[in-house]
């Protein structure tokens, strides 16, 4: 087996995995056995050991001598790592996901809006402009994932423009709720266009340095990109 498709299959067999285990196919309390992994993947034994290492390190499974490798509850998994998002959000359990997601987006990111309207330095405010540039080209262009690639862009800055450091570690878990959004097809065929214009008073609220109208904007925003993906979720 060449070096490319060894990391091929570790990727493949990781995402099977991660996907089993969020789906509850592989429930809290399972024994996972790198024999029968390697049996019915065809996997070698340190490509499998190193699948379970990576899913290890997100806090979804735990080696024990004379145990095994045994899946761990939900509670102990790292619920930000954007890859368990993703399983998650492809699972059964995906509706809550996305609705806890939206819960931390309105508690973090409707005060980093408020909080960019006082410490957006000028290059912030022109990556943001330029980010709802590139949303607008998007929408019209029914482009679904260049749209939601300017979308994560503009949210990513709107963390760092905050000036509060922390913020910058929700960026994957919201990217993930944002790509979510493309993967699971809740997007719909045309974007609004108040979408876009809607990111634009954000950036001209924090521009005229007015956090009570960045932060009731961010809101809306949030509240709007909920209500989207449940009306469209099965």
Known sequence: ????????????????????????????????VPEELTERFGASRPVVREALRVLEARGMVRPRPKIGTRVLPMRQWNLL????????????????????????????????????????????????????????????????????????????TLLAASGNAMFRHFTEPFAAFLTARE???????????????????????IESRDGDGAAAIAHSLIEAARAEVAARLP
Not at 20 to 29: D, F, K, N, Q
Not at 86 to 110: I, K, Y
Not at 118 to 146: F, G, S, W
């Open 81 to 156: 790592d954007r890859d368990v998002i993703r399983w998650r959000v492809a699972g059964p359990d995906g509706p809550r996901q996305l609705d806890e997601l939206s819960d931390l987006r309105t508690a973090v990111e409707v005060h980093a809006a408020r909080r960019c309207a006082a410490y957006a330095a000028p290059e912030q405010l022109a990556e943001l402009r330029a980010a709802c540039d590139a949303m607008a080209a998007a929408a019209t262009a029914r482009d679904h994932t260049a749209f939601t690639t300017a979308d994560v862009e503009f949210h990513t």
């Open 183 to 205: 993967d699971l097809r809740t997007l719909p065929d045309q974007v609004d266009p108040g979408v876009v214009e809607s990111h634009r008073r954000l950036v001209a609220a």
């Open 1 to 32: 087996m060449t070096s490319d498709a060894t990391r091929g299959l570790h990727g493949y067999l990781v995402n099977r995995l991660g996907r089993m285990i969020a789906s509850g196919e592989l429930p809290a309390g399972a024994r996972i």
